[in-house]
Protein backbone atom coordinates (compact mmCIF):
# COMPACT_ATOMS: atom_id res chain seq x y z
CA UNK A 1 0.00 0.00 0.00
CA UNK A 2 1.34 3.31 -0.64
CA UNK A 3 0.89 5.88 2.16
CA UNK A 4 1.28 9.74 2.63
CA UNK A 5 4.40 9.11 4.38
CA UNK A 6 6.13 6.96 1.46
CA UNK A 7 9.39 7.62 -0.24
CA UNK A 8 10.01 8.72 -3.07
CA UNK A 9 12.24 5.91 -6.10
CA UNK A 10 15.74 7.05 -5.04
CA UNK A 11 18.94 5.72 -6.86
CA UNK A 12 21.75 3.45 -5.27
CA UNK A 13 23.25 6.16 -3.54
CA UNK A 14 20.24 7.95 -2.44
CA UNK A 15 19.74 10.72 -4.55
CA UNK A 16 16.47 10.92 -5.72
CA UNK A 17 15.16 10.17 -9.13
CA UNK A 18 14.64 12.50 -11.02
CA UNK A 19 10.19 12.94 -12.11
CA UNK A 20 9.12 11.39 -15.23
CA UNK A 21 8.66 13.53 -17.77
CA UNK A 22 5.19 13.22 -20.15
CA UNK A 23 4.94 12.26 -22.99
CA UNK A 24 3.62 15.90 -24.67
CA UNK A 25 6.75 17.88 -22.11
CA UNK A 26 9.36 15.76 -23.61
CA UNK A 27 8.12 16.59 -27.03
CA UNK A 28 7.71 19.97 -26.22
CA UNK A 29 11.20 20.51 -25.08
CA UNK A 30 12.83 18.29 -28.30
CA UNK A 31 10.91 21.43 -30.45
CA UNK A 32 12.26 23.91 -28.41
CA UNK A 33 15.71 22.07 -28.76
CA UNK A 34 15.37 21.65 -32.94
CA UNK A 35 14.26 25.60 -32.63
CA UNK A 36 17.29 26.54 -31.01
CA UNK A 37 19.40 24.54 -33.21
CA UNK A 38 18.48 25.35 -36.34
CA UNK A 39 17.09 28.91 -36.03
CA UNK A 40 20.32 31.04 -36.15
CA UNK A 41 21.34 28.56 -38.86
CA UNK A 42 17.97 29.11 -40.95
CA UNK A 43 18.23 32.43 -40.42
CA UNK A 44 22.05 33.28 -41.09
CA UNK A 45 21.44 31.02 -44.73
CA UNK A 46 18.06 33.08 -45.65
CA UNK A 47 20.49 36.64 -44.63
CA UNK A 48 23.65 35.47 -46.61
CA UNK A 49 21.06 34.37 -49.56
CA UNK A 50 19.27 37.39 -49.96
CA UNK A 51 22.44 39.00 -50.00
CA UNK A 52 23.74 37.56 -52.80
CA UNK A 53 20.72 37.75 -54.87
CA UNK A 54 20.30 41.56 -54.19
CA UNK A 55 23.96 41.76 -55.54
CA UNK A 56 23.92 39.75 -58.33
CA UNK A 57 19.97 41.22 -59.41
CA UNK A 58 22.20 44.73 -59.46
CA UNK A 59 25.45 43.50 -60.91
CA UNK A 60 24.26 40.86 -63.79
CA UNK A 61 22.63 43.04 -66.00
CA UNK A 62 26.32 45.01 -66.59
CA UNK A 63 28.30 41.56 -67.03
CA UNK A 64 28.68 41.25 -71.00
CA UNK A 65 26.76 38.24 -72.30
CA UNK A 66 29.59 36.43 -73.20
CA UNK A 67 31.07 36.30 -69.67
CA UNK A 68 28.02 35.58 -67.71
CA UNK A 69 27.79 31.78 -67.19
CA UNK A 70 24.06 32.52 -66.90
CA UNK A 71 24.61 32.09 -70.70
CA UNK A 72 25.93 28.61 -71.10
CA UNK A 73 24.24 26.81 -68.14
CA UNK A 74 20.39 25.79 -67.40
CA UNK A 75 20.69 27.34 -64.35
CA UNK A 76 21.66 30.61 -62.61
CA UNK A 77 24.68 30.36 -60.95
CA UNK A 78 24.40 32.55 -57.39
CA UNK A 79 27.15 34.56 -56.40
CA UNK A 80 28.21 35.51 -59.79
CA UNK A 81 27.34 39.12 -59.00
CA UNK A 82 28.93 39.15 -55.55
CA UNK A 83 32.04 38.15 -57.21
CA UNK A 84 32.17 39.84 -60.02
CA UNK A 85 31.46 43.13 -57.52
CA UNK A 86 34.48 42.46 -55.76
CA UNK A 87 36.10 42.25 -58.78
CA UNK A 88 35.53 45.65 -59.35
CA UNK A 89 35.86 47.32 -56.26
CA UNK A 90 39.20 45.53 -56.79
CA UNK A 91 40.21 47.08 -59.98
CA UNK A 92 38.22 50.46 -58.82
CA UNK A 93 40.38 50.81 -55.75
CA UNK A 94 43.78 49.98 -57.87
CA UNK A 95 43.07 52.54 -60.50
CA UNK A 96 42.67 55.06 -58.07
CA UNK A 97 45.89 54.33 -56.12
CA UNK A 98 48.00 56.22 -59.16
CA UNK A 99 47.93 59.65 -60.22
CA UNK A 100 45.84 59.68 -62.97
CA UNK A 101 43.36 58.06 -60.93
CA UNK A 102 43.53 59.90 -57.91
CA UNK A 103 43.50 62.97 -60.47
CA UNK A 104 39.85 62.02 -62.03
CA UNK A 105 39.04 61.25 -58.49
CA UNK A 106 39.24 64.72 -57.51
CA UNK A 107 38.10 66.31 -60.87
CA UNK A 108 34.62 64.24 -59.82
CA UNK A 109 34.37 65.39 -56.00
CA UNK A 110 35.19 68.81 -57.73
CA UNK A 111 31.65 68.58 -59.67
CA UNK A 112 30.02 66.99 -56.68
CA UNK A 113 30.82 69.66 -54.34
CA UNK A 114 29.11 72.42 -56.74
CA UNK A 115 25.89 70.59 -56.04
CA UNK A 116 24.06 71.89 -52.89
CA UNK A 117 22.31 68.83 -51.86
CA UNK A 118 24.40 66.19 -53.42
CA UNK A 119 28.12 67.87 -51.83
CA UNK A 120 26.33 67.25 -47.99
CA UNK A 121 25.36 63.91 -48.68
CA UNK A 122 28.70 62.47 -50.36
CA UNK A 123 30.53 64.65 -48.10
CA UNK A 124 29.30 62.85 -44.67
CA UNK A 125 28.96 59.55 -46.52
CA UNK A 126 32.70 59.24 -47.41
CA UNK A 127 33.65 60.55 -44.13
CA UNK A 128 31.74 57.61 -42.72
CA UNK A 129 33.49 55.36 -45.06
CA UNK A 130 37.05 56.91 -44.65
CA UNK A 131 36.42 56.41 -40.48
CA UNK A 132 35.44 52.76 -40.72
CA UNK A 133 37.18 51.48 -43.12
CA UNK A 134 40.89 53.70 -42.72
CA UNK A 135 40.55 52.88 -39.44
CA UNK A 136 40.94 49.29 -39.69
CA UNK A 137 37.50 48.80 -37.29
CA UNK A 138 38.96 49.97 -34.55
CA UNK A 139 36.26 52.40 -33.41
CA UNK A 140 34.01 50.98 -30.51
CA UNK A 141 36.39 48.68 -29.11
CA UNK A 142 35.17 49.38 -25.37
CA UNK A 143 31.92 48.86 -24.11
CA UNK A 144 30.71 50.56 -20.72
CA UNK A 145 28.13 52.10 -18.81
CA UNK A 146 26.84 55.47 -18.05
CA UNK A 147 23.84 56.71 -16.57
CA UNK A 148 21.12 57.57 -18.97
CA UNK A 149 18.58 59.60 -19.46
CA UNK A 150 18.77 60.32 -15.50
CA UNK A 151 20.50 59.10 -12.58
CA UNK A 152 19.91 55.64 -11.00
CA UNK A 153 19.54 54.25 -14.73
CA UNK A 154 22.14 52.56 -16.60
CA UNK A 155 22.63 52.03 -20.30
CA UNK A 156 25.52 50.19 -22.18
CA UNK A 157 27.58 52.63 -24.63
CA UNK A 158 30.22 51.89 -27.17
CA UNK A 159 33.24 54.02 -26.50
CA UNK A 160 34.42 55.63 -29.71
CA UNK A 161 37.58 58.04 -29.87
CA UNK A 162 38.23 60.78 -27.50
CA UNK A 163 36.30 64.35 -28.07
CA UNK A 164 37.79 66.12 -30.69
CA UNK A 165 37.56 69.45 -32.87
CA UNK A 166 35.37 72.46 -32.00
CA UNK A 167 32.95 70.05 -29.72
CA UNK A 168 35.94 69.41 -27.47
CA UNK A 169 37.16 73.15 -28.03
CA UNK A 170 33.87 74.43 -26.71
CA UNK A 171 33.98 71.41 -23.86
CA UNK A 172 37.69 72.44 -22.71
CA UNK A 173 36.47 73.61 -19.27
CA UNK A 174 35.24 70.08 -18.17
CA UNK A 175 36.93 66.92 -17.45
CA UNK A 176 38.97 64.46 -19.56
CA UNK A 177 35.73 63.97 -22.35
CA UNK A 178 35.03 61.25 -24.33
CA UNK A 179 32.59 60.08 -27.79
CA UNK A 180 30.50 57.05 -26.71
CA UNK A 181 27.56 55.82 -28.77
CA UNK A 182 24.53 54.87 -27.30
CA UNK A 183 22.74 51.87 -29.17
CA UNK A 184 19.18 51.36 -29.29
CA UNK A 185 17.42 48.03 -28.78
CA UNK A 186 16.34 45.75 -30.76
CA UNK A 187 18.36 47.97 -33.65
CA UNK A 188 21.78 48.44 -32.72
CA UNK A 189 22.90 50.28 -35.52
CA UNK A 190 20.51 53.55 -34.63
CA UNK A 191 21.43 55.75 -31.01
CA UNK A 192 22.89 58.56 -29.55
CA UNK A 193 26.05 60.49 -30.16
CA UNK A 194 27.29 61.46 -26.51
CA UNK A 195 29.91 63.56 -25.00
CA UNK A 196 30.63 62.53 -21.55
CA UNK A 197 33.45 62.91 -18.65
CA UNK A 198 35.62 59.67 -19.26
CA UNK A 199 35.29 59.31 -15.20
CA UNK A 200 31.49 59.11 -15.60
CA UNK A 201 31.96 56.12 -17.83
CA UNK A 202 32.19 52.80 -16.29
CA UNK A 203 34.14 50.11 -18.28
CA UNK A 204 33.25 46.88 -18.82
CA UNK A 205 35.13 43.75 -19.01
CA UNK A 206 33.07 42.19 -21.89
CA UNK A 207 33.67 42.31 -25.60
CA UNK A 208 31.79 44.94 -28.16
CA UNK A 209 30.21 41.93 -29.62
CA UNK A 210 29.03 40.40 -26.23
CA UNK A 211 27.81 44.36 -25.50
CA UNK A 212 25.52 44.21 -28.87
CA UNK A 213 24.29 40.70 -28.15
CA UNK A 214 22.86 42.35 -25.01
CA UNK A 215 21.22 45.10 -26.44
CA UNK A 216 19.80 43.26 -29.80
CA UNK A 217 18.67 40.53 -27.28
CA UNK A 218 16.88 43.22 -25.14
CA UNK A 219 18.90 41.76 -21.43
CA UNK A 220 17.78 38.27 -22.19
CA UNK A 221 21.43 36.94 -23.46
CA UNK A 222 24.12 37.61 -21.09
CA UNK A 223 27.45 36.71 -21.67
CA UNK A 224 29.88 34.47 -18.82
CA UNK A 225 31.14 37.29 -16.47
CA UNK A 226 34.78 35.77 -15.60
CA UNK A 227 34.75 36.25 -11.91
CA UNK A 228 31.66 34.85 -11.70
CA UNK A 229 32.86 31.85 -14.38
CA UNK A 230 36.25 31.56 -11.99
CA UNK A 231 34.37 31.65 -8.22
CA UNK A 232 31.76 29.16 -9.89
CA UNK A 233 35.00 26.38 -10.72
CA UNK A 234 36.79 27.14 -7.57
CA UNK A 235 33.67 25.67 -5.72
CA UNK A 236 33.49 22.69 -7.91
CA UNK A 237 37.20 22.07 -6.93
CA UNK A 238 36.63 23.02 -3.13
CA UNK A 239 34.16 20.67 -2.60
CA UNK A 240 36.55 17.09 -2.72
CA UNK A 241 38.76 18.78 -0.35
CA UNK A 242 35.35 19.28 1.78
CA UNK A 243 34.25 15.98 1.48
CA UNK A 244 37.73 14.39 1.74
CA UNK A 245 37.68 16.62 5.66
Do not use: E, H, Q, Y
Given at each position: MSGPDQQAPTELGGT?????LGLMTRLRNYFFTGLVITGPIGITIYLSWSFIQLV????KPFIPYQYNPDSYLPIEVPGVGLIAALLALTVIG??????????????GERILGRMPLVRNLYGALKQIFETVIHEGGQNFSKAGLIEYPRRGLWA?????TETKGEVASRLADEDDMVSVFLPTTPNPTSGFLLFVPRKEVRLLSMSVEDAAKLVISAGLVNPDYPALVEEHESDKTAKPDVAAE
Open positions: PLPPKDNWVFLTANIAGRSLVGVIVFLA
